[in-house]
């Protein structure tokens, strides 16, 4: 498993933008498929958006279609997940996970195959 540190949450007003930041402590990224995922009070983890280690293959929720960006670069071991135009309802706390043995090169992991997770970042957004 992989040490993950999520930072970047806050408070933003509907509309807004906020950008998350996933880095990892004591082991490269680059050859692990990454995802983000959240979790709001009272409700199920949820999955958001996913990574192949390239950063050739995404996969989004269609709750966050158009208005939400994952990407990373390997060269500074990080994941990112850019929101803009956010809403209420993409108030939650904000997990990164990594799926630390992948099955298949450059591939986006169905959601069991996480198996490191961050502590995540909470994310606020007022009407």
């Known amino acids: 498993q992989v040490q993950l540190v999520e930072s970047g949450g806050g408070l933003v007003q509907a509309g807004g933008s906020l950008r998350l930041s996933c880095e990892a402590s004591g082991r490269t990224l680059s050859t692990y498929p990454m995802g983000w995922f959240r979790q709001a009070p009272g409700k199920e983890r949820e999955f958001v958006a996913a990574i192949s280690w390239s950063g050739g293959r995404t996969n989004y929720a269609d709750s966050v279609k158009g208005r939400f960006t994952i990407s990373r670069d390997n060269a500074k071991n990080a994941v990112y997940l850019q929101m803009d135009n956010l809403k209420p309802e993409d108030t939650a706390v904000y997990y990164c996970?990594?799926?630390?043995?992948?099955?298949?090169?450059?591939?986006?992991?169905?959601?069991?195959?996480?198996?490191?997770w961050g502590q995540g970042t909470q994310v606020t957004v007022s009407s």
């Open positions: 996970a990594a799926d630390t043995a992948p099955l298949y090169s450059d591939y986006v992991p169905p959601i069991y195959k996480y198996d490191s």
